[in-house]
């Protein structure tokens, strides 16, 4: 276990950057994909970024967004606006146009940051497809009634486009902006303001928004580094996306520890492998063996490119992690339990645990993370050894719903407990082990997935009258969204045309892989028995010797 005898240190993150910056001046701390810099190229953007802010008027509390590829933009937003009081929203960049519009509105973004990449997803032009307001305004200071708290859409290039800030607008921004008016405003921020709103899917027909606040951050990183024994002189890689709670807070740790972080940007997993191998990383956070699988099985791999590493922490059964652990022989794998409402782990493995205990469980709480065990029916507490929904309250944990007071009411306790609606165990010892959820939820390549979200948008469809999406298992995602559906009387459709009506409109993992047509449902009394439709489907790719759906290529 970690010596629980160091002191805390909370501190603010744009304070972070800048300490990291005057202590660690030309020490690399960002290589994310091709673009390298040191902490005093990272303190620099992200103090004229800050600017810029300041010059679009955004005050203390105002969100900020990103619709952005996996550039080091994105940490330079996050460490920037955390200087000035603000509070990033991250956009995630798999969103269509629906989700793209929810959650603009409902974070009420004053400022949003995008691109017009070279290849790929063309944020920008997303941005303005689902809101054409824009591109119809003659000013770059917006103002229509469907985004109402929209100022501003900064674009990452040199693009003249209706409506937005192109980066040479920006930078003539920024320069009007001297550092004391930064300095002025970050001296203000509080280590218990919210920094981050984090989205992420729920049992409702909308994201919520996790508020995380600076010192949230900063006691995950401290918890990280003791778990972790990491240190400045690790190279710590990653792959997760920087719209995921994951992306987020493992560069937030790195940069607390001062130590190197590598990104892929875009995921290619022959990019990854010879990251690692060339960059000689000493730590491996791919999180999800869906990231991680592609790296060890591939073909270009040779025995020692793992060589430099000495921990790995990916989720996953224990049999997958047996496995995974024989082609890291010198790396323990660490498991862990996460969640984005605890800036990414609640628990996590010890490095000194024996093999089985890290393969089996999701190990020991962070420090000073409290736990309990209740059942789920009557909300009883249940002692450690027992099976129950999980409820947990501490330092690292989120501070409720952002406009959402009825459901951060009911999801705290009197104590401050979180009632996460997740079912584990708890063992004698006090380590916790992820087994299902009561909510109903899908987790789709390490993506949450709200069935709600996906009925809501499946039921906007002229010929539906009812949809109810369940869990499909798959190999390569673990679960996938199969769709039943009954149709409107008088009128047919078809499993393709279902599919087209999302594709392009909902992000791809969210777009139902499979579409069963019913007249009938499996009733429970009033309820229709989800159980029921998972074993059909279930059963019926087993039956096929359907192993892993077709993938979803977005318009």
Not at 158 to 163: I, S
Not at 216 to 235: C, G, H, P, W
Not at 271 to 295: G, M, N, Y
Not at 522 to 537: A, F
Request: proline letters at 5%.
């Amino acid at each position: 276990m970690e010596n629980n005898q160091n002191w805390i240190n909370v501190t603010t993150l744009g304070d972070m950057i800048d300490m990291r910056a005057h202590r660690h001046p030309d020490k690399e701390a960002i290589i994310f994909s091709d673009q390298r810099y040191t902490y005093k190229d990272l303190a620099d953007y992200a103090q004229h970024i800050s600017k810029s802010l300041l010059a679009l008027g955004v005050e203390p509390g105002d969100r900020v967004g990103y619709f952005l590829e996996e550039c080091v933009e994105t940490i330079a937003i996050i460490l920037a606006s955390a200087k000035i009081g603000a509070v990033v929203a991250p956009i995630n960049s798999r969103f269509k146009s629906t989700e793209l519009r929810q959650v603009i509105v409902h974070a009420g973004m004053k400022v949003i940051f995008t691109s017009t990449p070279k290849s790929g997803t063309d944020f920008n032009q997303l941005i303005q497809e689902t809101f054409p307001q824009i591109s119809e305004s003659k000013e770059t200071d917006l103002n229509f009634e469907e985004a109402p708290e929209l100022d501003s859409v900064v674009i990452f290039d040199e693009l003249n486009r209706p409506g937005t800030i192109n980066i040479t607008q920006l930078n003539e921004l920024a320069s009007g902006i001297d550092d004391d008016q930064v300095r002025s405003r970050q001296s203000s921020v509080r280590v218990r303001d919210t920094a981050i709103i984090m989205y992420t899917s729920g049992t409702t027909a909308m994201p919520k928004g996790a508020m995380l606040s600076h010192e949230s951050f900063i006691r995950y990183a401290v918890s990280t580094q003791q778990r972790m024994l990491l240190n400045e002189d690790d190279k710590i890689w990653a792959a997760l996306p920087m719209f995921h709670i994951g992306g987020v807070a493992f560069v937030l740790a790195s940069i607390y520890v001062s130590s190197t972080f590598f990104h892929t940007g875009f995921f290619d997993p022959a990019k990854a492998l010879s990251q690692i191998r060339d960059e000689h990383c000493t730590v491996a956070l791919p999180a999800f063996e869906t990231i991680w699988l592609p790296i060890v099985n591939h073909s270009n791999r040779n025995n020692t490119d793992f060589d430099s590493l000495r921990i790995v922490m990916v989720v996953g059964v224990p049999e997958r992690l047996r496995q995974l652990q024989a082609e890291t022989p010198n790396a323990p794998i660490l498991n862990t339990f996460g969640q984005t409402e605890t800036c990414a782990f609640l628990s996590l493995s010890a490095i000194d645990d024996e093999p089985e205990l890290r393969f089996t469980t999701g190990g020991f709480p962070l420090t000073g993370m409290e736990c309990e065990v209740h059942d789920p029916e009557t909300g009883e507490s249940l002692p450690y050894g027992n099976v129950g929904e999980l409820w947990y309250r501490g330092p690292n944990m989120f501070d409720g719903y952002f406009r959402d007071a009825e459901l951060t009411q009911e999801v705290f306790d009197d104590r401050g407990f979180f009632r996460t609606g997740d079912i584990v165990e708890i063992d004698s010892e006090g380590r916790v082990t992820f087994l299902s959820r009561l909510k109903d939820m899908l987790k789709v390549g390490g993506e949450n997935v709200s069935a709600a979200e996906v009925e809501g948008y499946l039921i906007t469809h002229p010929d539906v009258a009812l949809a109810q999406v369940v869990a499909a298992p798959d190999e390569r995602y673990v679960e996938v969204p199969a769709a039943y559906i009954q149709l409107k009387p008088g009128v047919t459709s078809t499993e393709e045309e279902i599919i087209d009506f999302c594709r392009g409109k909902i992000a791809t993992y969210r777009v139902p892989r499979y579409v069963r047509f019913v007249s009938e449902w499996p009733m429970s009394g009033t309820k229709i028995k989800k159980v029921s439709l998972r074993e059909m489907i279930a059963a019926e790719l087993e039956s096929k010797g359907i192993r892993s759906a077709e993938k979803i290529v977005s318009t």
